[in-house]
């Protein structure tokens, strides 16, 4: 799981990961078992670029080996010294691009007086967060609230559009032609992109709420709707989508990128649709 880290806590994790390359191979040197010093290098320097990514790996992959060529007596720029320093420099830096994880929520459900959800607690704990947009719940000050603190964090952002259904938190399934759910979804995400560029930040992806979000999921017709108004508005923004869902389908079909999503708190039916919590 790749977890929420600032650039800070980055670095850090950087430092320890070199010490470790450089005091790893004096510990295993006298092991039978390891008879090349370079394997005890490659341990940190991958979970370097796993953890921290791959600018990161590349680097502590390029100091170590230079370093501990330093430290055996040899100068910096030994041959043996600057091959192994390229070799775990690409390790470091492909390991950073392997599959990760990405643990979002939704947040910015808050509407007026009215409080839903422990934004401030959940922040901390995921890596994006889909923001509600004005239909389903939220509203302006709420939403750009949500957008500075989710800066602060360091965690990405995306739009969480919902029928206009604020009575019953876009839960219900409202009769909606395709060009209705098109124009919903452009109105929100226009919405969010203010306070995205008030706060220098950028939308990364789109995931409907609550019913809109269902009823896509079993409807082409009312998933490439939707993800027309994507399109048309930015190609370059991801779908989070249900796995084998209509909307997945459709944003492949308009060529967007997807993202594939499964719920650790949701039940699901025998369909592997989930089940209405409404």
């Avoid at 490659?42 to 670029?49: M, N, Q, R, S, T």
């Avoid at 360091?154 to 969480?160: D, L």
């Avoid at 226009?190 to 930040?201: D, I, N, Q, S």
Wanted: aromatic content about 8%.
């Amino acid at each position: 799981i790749h977890m929420k880290q600032t650039k800070t806590y980055k670095m850090v994790l950087a430092g320890i990961f070199m010490a470790i390359g450089m005091v790893l191979p004096f510990l295993t040197a006298q092991l039978p078992s390891i008879g090349n010093m370079l394997l005890p290098m490659h341990i940190p320097v991958l979970l370097c670029g796993f953890i921290c990514g791959a600018p990161y790996g590349c680097i502590v992959g390029l100091i170590v080996p230079l370093l501990r060529s330093a430290t055996m007596g040899m100068p910096p720029m030994f041959p043996t010294g600057i091959a192994m320093a390229f070799e775990l420099a690409i390790y470091g830096f492909v390991t950073g691009f392997m599959y990760k994880v990405d643990l979002n929520s939704d947040l910015g459900e808050s509407f007026g007086n009215y409080t839903i959800g422990n934004d401030d607690k959940v922040i901390p704990l995921i890596t994006s967060a889909n923001v509600a947009c004005g239909y389903h719940a939220s509203d302006p000050v709420v939403m750009d609230k949500t957008l500075g603190m989710a800066k602060e964090a360091g965690i990405r952002v995306g739009a969480h559009p919902g029928l206009p259904d604020l009575m019953g938190f876009g839960r219900r399934n409202l009769s909606v032609s395709p060009d209705e759910a098109k124009a919903y979804v452009l109105y929100q995400l226009g919405a969010l992109e203010a306070f995205c560029r008030v706060h220098h930040m950028k939308m990364q992806h789109v995931k409907p709420h609550g019913a809109l979000y269902n009823m896509a999921a079993k409807d082409y017709e009312l998933s490439l709707a939707i993800c027309q108004g994507i399109k048309d508005f930015d190609p370059e923004l991801i779908v989070l989508a249900l796995s084998g869902g209509e909307l997945a389908r459709a944003a492949k079909d308009l060529g967007l990128r997807t993202a594939l999503e499964v719920f650790a708190d949701r039940a699901y039916e025998e369909d592997g649709s989930l089940v209405n919590r409404r």
